[in-house]
């Protein structure tokens, strides 16, 4: 009798040890725009240089927003719409048709997509197969800024000088504020405000339960395409002006100014007290976030509209002439780089990171994905057959969902086989030395 409550024992905690190690796991998420509310840009996935292009995907439609990536499927903004694929191979799993450009970022949370688009919309859809969720149409003007969500609250920004918090549940208004002027810089949320420059070269802070106004700090210049990012008490923001602006987050006050040669388009990222940025005078930099002194400079090949992507000590960034950098966080010299070869005219959107690959895009609508370290690599897929959904009279979507072969579907399980059977074998010869 003790002999089979110990063998039904054994049974139990092998079979313990195998569904844990055969639950899938899934890559870390890169879930909004420069990967959470205070836009830090980065992660403690490590993708190490030299990368290997794993797939690339000609999406067919042109492109100003950046990929973001949950659960291992990536999410784009088009002039379509927004596209769902795989990021093991690359294949197109839903698409979701606007009627305007979906310019921002799209962010994730809880299994819900949250955009703006041009046709004055603000939406929520099913990020697992593209169903609509609700739809905000209170705006006068559409939507270039990528929302933020935190605080059970979605928060966006059209181009009609107004701010808005969702309710998070079924998009209805919280609270409104009348900014006053036009903005396309995407709010950073943290230590209490949310901020985010305009085009007439303000630099706002909204209370986060309120949307009362904080504090408003007046460059001089024509505009702010910069967004800002927040880390320890001080906001940083670039500028039209070729400076980045460091504010204090408790009185709105200037703490420093550093001036490059032409505009700052890049929103800078921060990470262990060092700000990083590129600019459009073909420079990326690295200052100390408490002084704004140059820690290093590296020059490379073009413009630099995009935001850095950080993971671990290796920042990331794409040029207008399409090269993709690698650099090293503490020297700035160049690890790895890489040409989509594309025209002059197009340009690398800001990179996302999750697991250990890279996800970039450009202008004119492809999609890149590189992978470092001992990923298996499939054959590339630059053209991928899928047919488009169709939305319905209101806006619906009917995603088309693609078959994906076992190796390729999301979420691959990480599983590790010979390591379960050595536990096993292991635990059995516990019990067997016991007896």
Known sequence: ??????????????????????????????SMFKNDPSHSGYTNDAVNPPLTLKWTKD??????????VVNDVLYIGTTFGIHALDIRSGKELWTYHTNGFVKSVPTVSNDVLYFGADDRK???VNAKDGTLLWINDKAL??????????????????????????????????????????????????????????????????????????????????????SPVI????LFVGSNDGSVYAITIDKGTLKWKYSTSDNVESSPSVKNGVVYFGSTDSNFFALDALTGKVIWKFPNSGPVLSAPAISNDIVYFGTRNNFIYALDTNTGKMLWKNSTGQNDKDYITSPAISG??????????????????????????????????????????????????????????GFEFPVSILLILAVFGMYRKKK
């Not at 880390?231 to 001080?234: E, I, K, M, Q, W």
């Open 356 to 413: 250990n690959m890279l996800f970039a895009s450009t202008h004119s609508g492809l999609l890149y994905a590189y992978s470092s370290g001992n990923m298996a690599t499939s054959t590339p897929t630059p053209a991928i057959e899928e047919t488009i959904a169709t939305p319905t009279v209101t806006q619906t979507a009917s995603p088309t969902v693609a078959t994906v072969k076992p190796s390729q579907t999301k979420g691959s399980p």
């Open 1 to 30: 009798m003790r002999n089979n409550m110990k063998n039904s024992r054994m049974i139990i905690i092998c079979l313990l040890l195998i569904s844990m190690l055969i639950t899938p796991v899934y890559a870390a998420d890169w």
């Open 231 to 234: 880390a320890d008490g001080t």
């Open 141 to 226: 003007d559409g939507y270039v800024a990528s929302a933020a969500v935190a605080n059970n609250m979605v928060y966006a920004m059209p181009k009609d000088g107004s701010f808005y918090a969702f309710d998070i549940r079924n998009g209805e208004i919280i609270w409104s504020t009348l900014i006053g002027k036009v903005a396309e810089s995407s709010p950073a949320v943290g230590e209490g405000i949310i901020a985010f420059g305009t085009d007439g070269g303000d630099i706002v802070a909204l209370d986060v339960s309120t949307g009362k106004e904080k504090w408003r700090y007046y460059t001089g210049v024509i505009e702010i395409k910069s």
């Open 122 to 124: 603000f939406y929520a």
């Open 59 to 68: 999406i067919g439609f042109e492109t100003d927003s950046s990929p973001v």
